[in-house]
């Protein structure tokens, strides 16, 4: 969030974009990321090492100058190991300016910070996770890059994603979903390819692999009741689709996450999140 002043950024090779005050920026993946002032410094200027000035606070440049940027960075993680196939689905870069809602968000983490008051971590992890959610939400829109957030932001997408996730049992077809958005399969097919970024067979085979490996994680479920569960007329079916998928066949996949489990005291009953 950029508090005060201005600056430009790049990630990867994109074209670099200005920010200034009141921008939201999300990156959701670590990408290459090239931070610079919108008026390079002079050539004899000597580069200055970051000063730490409290915890979780630091300076950038000359302690006795006039502060040409000031800006607040955090992190969110997703505690699950499905955490690749949201990302995926996620723009590369959300840039979010003049949204009031945000910037209420931001102050209150601010705040919160700054006080250090009792179950501090846990109104900070609460606060960092409708930050997360309200900047998505605001840009739902089809300027946004491809993603799931654009795809849920399509009227007609929205109906088969919505499907897909309550029914991945069912036996779904392009044909089938194309019929629920109120589309001829052909355009379905494009519309969802363009706006998701996959097409609609390759985004069901992946929630349903996540599905699969969140059951397996807590082994109270037999491999025949997981492919049923999903979508999979037979057990041998099933892992196949996983092992080309996951890399690995569903039973070795579920004693390798037991094992891990215990060697790190994780409940998997409440692992994901």
Same mark, same amino acid.
């Given at each position: 969030?950029?508090?005060?002043?201005?600056?430009?950024?790049?990630?990867?090779?994109?074209?670099?974009?200005?920010?200034?005050?009141?921008?939201?920026?999300?990156?959701?993946?670590?990408?290459?990321?090239?931070?610079?002032?919108?008026?390079?410094?002079?050539?004899?200027?000597?580069?200055?090492?970051?000063?730490?000035?409290?915890?979780?606070?630091?300076?950038?440049?000359?302690?006795?100058?006039?502060?040409?940027?000031?800006?607040?960075?955090?992190?969110?993680?997703?505690?699950?190991?499905?955490?690749?196939?949201?990302?995926?689905?996620?723009?590369?870069?959300?840039?979010?300016?003049?949204?009031?809602?945000?910037?209420?968000?931001?102050?209150?983490?601010?705040?919160?910070?700054?006080?250090?008051?009792?179950?501090?971590?846990?109104?900070?992890?609460?606060? #960092?996770? =409708?930050?997360?959610? +309200?900047? /998505?939400?605001?840009?739902?829109?089809?300027? %946004?890059?491809?993603? &799931?957030? @654009?795809?849920?932001?399509?009227?007609?997408?929205?109906?088969?994603?919505?499907?897909?996730?309550?029914?991945?049992?069912?036996?779904?077809?392009?044909?089938?979903?194309?019929?629920?958005?109120?589309?001829?399969?052909?355009?379905?097919?494009?519309?969802?390819?363009?706006? #998701?970024? =996959?097409?609609?067979? +390759?985004? /069901?085979?992946?929630?349903?692999?996540?599905? %699969?490996?969140?059951? &397996?994680? @807590?082994?109270?479920?037999?491999?025949?009741?997981?492919?049923?569960?999903?979508?999979?007329?037979?057990?041998?079916?099933?892992?196949?689709?996983?092992?080309?998928?996951?890399?690995?066949?569903?039973?070795?996949?579920?004693?390798?996450?037991?094992?891990?489990?215990?060697?790190?005291?994780?409940?998997?009953?409440?692992?994901?999140?």
């Amino acid at each position: 969030m950029i508090l005060e002043g201005a600056c430009r950024l790049k990630v990867d090779r994109h074209t670099s974009v200005e920010f200034h005050s009141g921008d939201f920026v999300l990156i959701p993946s670590a990408y290459g990321i090239a931070l610079s002032s919108l008026v390079p410094p002079a050539e004899d200027v000597p580069p200055t090492d970051p000063v730490v000035l409290a915890p979780g606070e630091v300076r950038i440049g000359d302690m006795e100058g006039p502060t040409d940027l000031r800006i607040l960075v955090g992190h969110c993680s997703f505690g699950s190991p499905d955490a690749s196939l949201l990302v995926s689905l996620l723009p590369q870069l959300v840039h979010v300016r003049g949204e009031t809602r945000l910037a209420t968000l931001v102050q209150l983490v601010r705040d919160e910070f700054r006080e250090r008051r009792p179950a501090r971590e846990v109104i900070l992890a609460h606060l #960092v996770e =409708v930050l997360l959610i +309200e900047a /998505l939400r605001s840009t739902a829109g089809t300027a %946004a890059s491809p993603g &799931l957030v @654009r795809g849920l932001a399509d009227d007609r997408l929205a109906v088969a994603l919505r499907r897909m996730h309550e029914s991945p049992a069912h036996g779904w077809t392009s044909t089938q979903l194309a019929k629920e958005a109120s589309l001829s399969r052909s355009a379905f097919f494009d519309r969802f390819s363009r706006t #998701v970024g =996959v097409a609609p067979m +390759e985004y /069901l085979l992946a929630w349903r692999m996540a599905l %699969a490996k969140k059951m &397996l994680r @807590r082994n109270d479920n037999g491999i025949a009741d997981v492919a049923e569960r999903v979508g999979y007329g037979s057990a041998s079916a099933f892992s196949v689709a996983f092992a080309r998928h996951v890399g690995v066949p569903p039973a070795r996949y579920a004693r390798e996450q037991t094992v891990a489990a215990m060697e790190t005291g994780i409940d998997l009953g409440s692992s994901a999140s």
